[in-house]
């Protein structure tokens, strides 16, 4: 499965629609999210980015999966930090994205059962940047000092 990348690509900038059911084929997709997120050190994937425009991302941090269907940030808290981004649909294209350091989501999780929580730190970074990916937004709609360089760390 691939990652589809370009900051131009159709697909990418498309706004993705709400899962109706979860069944089989959600879960399959969202097994398959977790290998491409493991293949490409990755900590953070949108399903539009293996161009299934579902609203469906998923995060891994400090080994461990979460996974978000039909993901809605209900608040954000007012304290914010800029951290430098990428992201596996812009290799080598970095950049510096403020966003607020706690928010309040609200989803479904992989059983299909309702789920409301805070996020903070990376966690609540990783899943502002992929709900952007929803929306059809890239990081680097919002970044500043935006670079091009290779390196080896994770990628959103």
Not at 42 to 59: F, K, Y
Request: some cysteine.
């Amino acid at each position: 499965m691939e990652i589809l990348t370009g900051e131009n690509n159709k697909t990418l900038r498309q706004k993705s629609l709400p899962v109706k059911h979860i069944n089989a084929e959600v879960r399959s997709l969202i097994e398959q999210m977790k290998e491409v997120i493991r293949q490409n050190n990755g900590v953070g994937l949108a399903a539009i980015q293996i161009g299934e425009p579902t609203r469906i991302i998923i995060c891994e941090i400090d080994d461990k999966f979460y996974t978000f269907i039909n993901p809605e940030i209900i608040k954000f808290f007012p304290e914010t930090s800029v951290i430098e981004e990428g992201c596996l649909s812009l290799p080598n294209i970095y950049g510096e994205v403020e966003r607020p350091k706690k928010i309040t989501l609200k989803a479904i999780n992989f059983d299909g059962k309702k789920v409301k929580m805070k996020a903070f730190g990376l966690l609540a970074r990783v899943i502002q940047h992929e709900l952007d990916h929803l929306d059809g937004v890239l990081f680097i709609d919002k970044a500043k000092k935006i670079t091009k360089q290779t390196r080896k760390t994770a990628a959103l």
